[in-house]
Structure formats: structure tokens, C-alpha cells
């Protein structure tokens, strides 16, 4: 048996996000988000047409909610501020309601020993500025940069971690390649010119939060998915996984921690004559505002092998410089199809770590969803979740063995805390460490939330 000890002030706890847990009521003065128009207008998309309105009302049910975290023992907790609440038109006026819900929410954690690190956007575009192109529109990116001021000045004296966005490459593949996110294009030009201005907006904020001189630290919250090639020693299947890392990883990445774009991704894009629009002074901002600390999103890792299938789309894609490979002795979630491969959590911590100048860092999200979890419910009423304390479990070892290895990561959060709305997916698949009976609304601690709650005690735990 070995102990597995975690450094000292090691951030235990647990993400969420704005738009999937505060849900909606009539005077809030929140504006709409994409969300709210897309379910408004096509709810056949989400899973059983459920929509982001209610989500686990978190705006009504906070203090409740934050008594929870404190029963399990966070010292910390990631969530967002949703701009369209903030700002409901995008820019301009401030719901002042927004400022007083945000402010009681911060000091309810901070008043339970609970750090809030707050994110500024989790795939929730103000309609407003949607209907203006969103992140195709250059006036976006400073309407972000305003945007994100704005919070360090209304919030700087209660929040100490910020991050600009969550998996920026998400609004990317998801509502310009794959259509699983408003505007649900299939355009990769389109798709390049909103990850151009998203990695911008992310370093003007980071500018202004120097600016503003505030004390704490920021960063951003990537997901990073490590990837192999097919072959190890096949030159054409590593220059395969290469590529898919620039376009899926490193296209983030490199701008957040380097200040510079992948050399390989630029020689593509020139190829496909679709570099996108810039100004003189761009590259010089994000060259000097990259970040204090990464937020590492760990689900799955990306298996690749060099192209060989017929093209598909009769537009350029990601895929035609790659094939996607499938391991046959993949272990994987049936519930969401991701493959679960501990390792990866490993590989990208020693990535970071030889790869980036050892960022501080630490895990912002890895969690599995599981469907139907009412299935595991005991004669006490709690479900015994046995499947996420070992998934939780397999993955810690590893990132405490990085640790062990020199890697600055700080800290490990699980998606999520109480069972939230997942985009599409809405409830299909329940991450949290806390049951929500979505009839009665009734929260009910998980067994993998007692457990984490010895693992916070013992800041690690006997293997
Ligand atoms: C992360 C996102 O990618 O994965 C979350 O930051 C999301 O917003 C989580 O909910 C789980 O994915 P999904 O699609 O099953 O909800």
C-alpha cells in the first residue's frame, strides 16, 4: 500500500459553469445567450427537449448548494459569470441584479472556505452580439476585452483566480465544423477566424487585468487532448498525430502559454488560403499577454493515424490531414463514448512540463458521465457511484506521479458538483459528486462525494 500525498494547499474541488447550473427566472434581467435563442427556436436539437431555463436553479438554490461544497470539503470551485446576465445586450448596461446575484454567490463561497475561481465564458455568446457574427466579428473581441474589465472591477476584491475562457476550441469545432453548438456551420475558414479572435479577446482581457492592477492571477482553461499516433515509428502517422495536436491543442495552447501560433497549422491554413483576418498590432498583444496559470480539461485522448480514407465534406476539414484511429483495446464510457485512458492525464502534465516552461497549472475538469445513475441507488436513498471514485482514483495517481515528477500542477478539479445541464446533452448523462432529482429539485450527496471528502481530509489518499 502506498500513500498518495498531495503538496500542501493542493485546490481540491469541483467545476461548473454559468449557463449550466444558474437557470433562468422572469425578472432576472439576464439577456438571452445562444442557448436561449437555439432551444427557443429548434428544441428538437436537445435531448428530450430539455432546455437551459431551468438547468439545476442554482440562482434560487446557491446558499444551499455552496452548504454542500463545504459538507464535502472544497477548498475551491470553478464556475463562470454568464455574460448575457451580466451585460444583456452584450455591451452597455449592467443588470444590476447580475452584479448583487454574482457578489452574495462569491461571498457565500469565500464566507465557507471556498476560493471562487471564476472563468468569463463558457460557450454562452450574447445573442446580441451572435446576431453581429459573435466570434466572427472583430467588434466582439473588444467587447470581450470590456466585458472581462468590467468583472475585475465589480469582482476583483472577492476573486483571486480568473480565467478568460473555457475550451475555446469548443465554440470552434462545435459551432463551425461539427454543429453541436449555435451556429452549427460547416466552415473552416469561419472556424479559423473565430479561434483567431477568441485567442485574441482572451490576451486584450489578460492586458487589462494587468492593467487594472489587481492582485491574484489569470489564466485560461484549456482542454487539452493528448494524442498518439496509430504507430509510434511510422513517420506519416506522427506527422498525422502532429498536425491534429496543432489544430486541436496547440492552437490554443501555444498563443495562451507561448504568445505564438503552431508553425505547422499556419503553413496549412496558408495552403488552404484561409488565414485569418488580422491587424498589424494583434500578434505583438498576444505575445505579451499569455497566462499565470493553465486550467487543464483531461477526458480523452485523440488516436490518429495518417490519412488514407476518401474525404468526406466537399469543404476543407481538420480530417483530411488525418485519419482517426480506433485502438481496439480502448476502455471507454459507454454513456458519452469517450475513451477513458488514464495515462493521458500523465502525458500532458510532462507535456506541459517539458514542453511549456513547466506552466503552473492544475486539472480544471476530468469527470465521467453516466446515464440512469438512479440505477445505483442504495436502501439510505444515496447512489453508490463505485465506477467514478475509481475513475477518480486512477486518474489521480497519475497526476500525483507527475507531480512527483516535477510537474507544477496545483491542484484537481472534477466535473462537476451537483448533476448539471450539459449543452445538448441536457441531463442524459449525470458528472456530479451530488445527486439532483430534477422533480423535486432534492440534492443528495453521492458515495464518490463522501468519498472525495476523505480524500480532501488526508489531502490525497492509501492506494
Ligand atoms: C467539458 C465542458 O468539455 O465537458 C463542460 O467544459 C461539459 O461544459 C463537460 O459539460 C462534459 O461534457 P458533456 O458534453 O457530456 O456535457
Redesign the pocket.
Given at each position: 500500500m502506498t500513500n498518495l500525498h498531495f503538496p500542501k494547499d493542493f485546490w481540491w474541488g469541483a467545476a461548473a459553469?454559468g449557463p449550466?447550473t444558474e437557470g433562468r427566472t422572469a425578472d432576472d434581467g439576464k439577456g438571452d445567450s445562444i442557448w436561449d435563442y437555439w432551444y427557443a427556436t429548434e428544441p428538437e436539437r436537445f435531448y428530450q427537449k430539455r432546455g437551459p431555463k431551468d438547468t439545476v436553479q442554482l440562482l434560487q438554490r446557491y446558499p444551499e448548494d455552496v452548504a454542500l461544497m463545504k459538507e464535502i470539503g472544497f477548498n475551491s470551485f470553478r464556475t463562470s459569470i454568464q455574460w448575457s446576465r451580466l451585460l444583456p445586450e452584450g455591451r452597455g448596461a449592467v443588470n444590476q441584479q447580475a452584479v448583487a446575484f454574482y457578489r452574495e454567490y462569491f461571498a457565500t463561497l469565500i464566507e465557507n472556505g471556498i476560493e471562487p475561481f471564476i472563468n468569463l465564458y463558457?460557450?454562452d455568446m450574447p445573442m446580441a452580439l451572435q446576431k453581429e457574427g459573435g466570434w466572427l466579428n472583430r467588434e466582439t473581441v473588444t467587447a470581450f476585452a470590456d466585458y472581462a474589465a468590467l468583472c475585475f472591477e465589480l469582482f476583483g476584491d472577492q476573486v483571486r483566480h480568473w480565467f478568460t475562457q473555457?475550451?475555446p476550441i469548443?465554440p470552434v469545432e462545435m459551432g463551425y465544423l461539427y454543429q453541436q453548438h449555435y451556429p452549427a456551420e460547416i466552415n473552416l475558414a469561419h472556424a479559423v477566424q473565430v479561434g483567431y479572435h477568441e485567442a485574441l479577446a482572451s490576451a486584450l482581457a489578460i492586458q487589462r487585468f494587468r492593467q487594472s492592477q489587481q492582485s491574484g492571477e489569470i489564466g485560461i482553461i484549456l482542454?487539452l487532448t493528448p494524442t498518439y499516433p496509430k504507430d509510434p515509428n511510422d513517420e506519416k502517422d506522427g506527422q498525422a498525430a502532429q498536425l491534429a495536436d496543432a489544430f486541436f491543442n496547440r492552437s490554443f495552447l501555444d498563443p495562451a502559454v507561448k504568445g505564438t501560433f503552431p508553425e505547422e497549422l499556419i503553413t496549412v491554413l496558408n495552403e488552404l488560403a484561409i488565414m485569418p483576418e488580422t491587424r498589424a498590432e494583434d500578434l505583438q498583444i498576444i505575445k505579451e499577454n499569455t497566462v499565470d496559470l493553465l486550467g487543464v480539461?483531461y477526458?480523452q485522448p485523440r488516436r490518429v493515424q495518417q490519412k488514407r480514407s476518401a474525404k468526406t465534406a466537399d469543404t476543407p476539414m481538420p480530417e483530411d490531414y488525418f485519419d482517426v484511429y480506433d485502438w481496439p483495446e480502448k476502455k471507454i464510457n459507454p454513456h458519452?463514448g469517450w475513451e477513458i485512458y488514464e495515462r493521458g492525464i500523465y502525458d500532458t502534465l510532462i507535456n506541459l512540463r517539458d514542453n511549456y516552461g513547466n506552466i503552473p497549472c492544475y486539472i480544471s475538469?476530468n469527470?465521467m458521465?453516466v446515464e440512469d445513475e438512479t440505477r445505483f441507488i442504495d436502501a439510505s436513498g444515496q447512489i453508490q457511484d463505485e465506477y467514478r471514485i475509481t475513475f477518480i482514483k486512477d486518474h489521480l495517481r497519475y497526476v500525483h506521479q507527475a507531480i512527483q515528477e516535477g510537474s507544477r500542477c496545483r491542484g484537481y478539479h472534477m466535473?462537476?458538483c451537483m448533476d448539471?445541464w450539459?449543452?445538448l446533452?441536457e441531463f442524459k448523462?449525470r458528472?456530479g459528486f451530488i445527486a439532483v432529482d430534477l422533480a423535486t429539485q432534492k440534492r443528495t450527496i453521492k458515495k464518490s462525494g463522501e468519498w472525495f471528502r476523505e480524500v480532501i481530509q488526508q489531502n490525497g489518499f492509501v492506494d
Open positions: 459553469s449550466q463558457h460557450f473555457n475550451e469548443v482542454n480539461n477526458y458519452r475538469e469527470g458521465g466535473w462537476t448539471n450539459s449543452w446533452n448523462n458528472y
